[in-house]
């Protein structure tokens, strides 16, 4: 794997600590490691700018689906500046091995990185949302 990858790698597992944080403490950190202070979210159901309003976001969203955890499904893909990759909300106490449904929400983004690594802007698409 090379160091190129390893930057998108990298930025999207960490954007993954800040979906999945416990505690708002947690949550703050975890947004300031991902994202750049004036970084963005834009999906189909928000856009918001910087770091309190990012995690405004995570924290109502995480609150819809109490016990469940975004993970990454495949792999990273990215050039320049971008990395785009799916993910999947899953519940953090059930076998998802073990075939029990599909997650009630399913999605890819496209994130954009700084010179630091940090995210500028991610574009979200939401595949699969409950009715």
Same mark, same amino acid.
């Given at each position: 794997?090379?160091?190129?990858? %390893?930057?998108?790698?990298?930025? @999207?597992?960490?954007?993954?600590?800040?979906?999945?944080?416990? /505690?708002?403490?947690?949550?703050?950190?975890? =947004?300031? +490691?991902?994202?750049?202070? %004036?970084? &963005?979210?834009?999906?189909?159901?928000? *856009?918001?700018?910087?770091? *309190?309003? $990012?995690? !405004?976001? $995570?924290? +109502?969203?995480?609150?819809?689906?109490?016990?469940? !955890?975004?993970?990454?499904?495949? #792999?990273? %893909? #990215?050039?320049?500046?971008?990395?785009?990759?799916?993910? *999947?909300? =899953?519940?953090?106490?059930?076998?998802?091995? +073990? #075939?029990? #449904?599909?997650?009630? @929400?399913? /999605?890819?983004? @496209?994130?954009?990185?700084? +010179?630091?690594?940090?995210?500028?802007?991610?574009? &979200?698409?939401? %595949?699969? @949302?409950?009715?």
């Amino acid at each position: 794997m090379s160091a190129h990858t %390893d930057r998108y790698e990298n930025a @999207v597992a960490r954007y993954f600590e800040a979906w999945n944080a416990s /505690g708002p403490e947690a949550l703050a950190k975890a =947004v300031a +490691a991902a994202w750049a202070v %004036d970084g &963005g979210y834009t999906d189909p159901l928000a *856009e918001v700018r910087g770091h *309190e309003h $990012i995690a !405004a976001l $995570i924290t +109502a969203a995480r609150a819809q689906f109490p016990g469940f !955890a975004f993970r990454l499904t495949g #792999g990273v %893909d #990215g050039h320049h500046d971008t990395a785009r990759f799916s993910w *999947e909300l =899953v519940s953090e106490t059930e076998d998802t091995s +073990a #075939g029990g #449904g599909p997650a009630p @929400v399913a /999605g890819s983004d @496209v994130i954009t990185l700084d +010179a630091q690594d940090r995210i500028t802007s991610v574009l &979200g698409f939401l %595949d699969r @949302v409950p009715a």
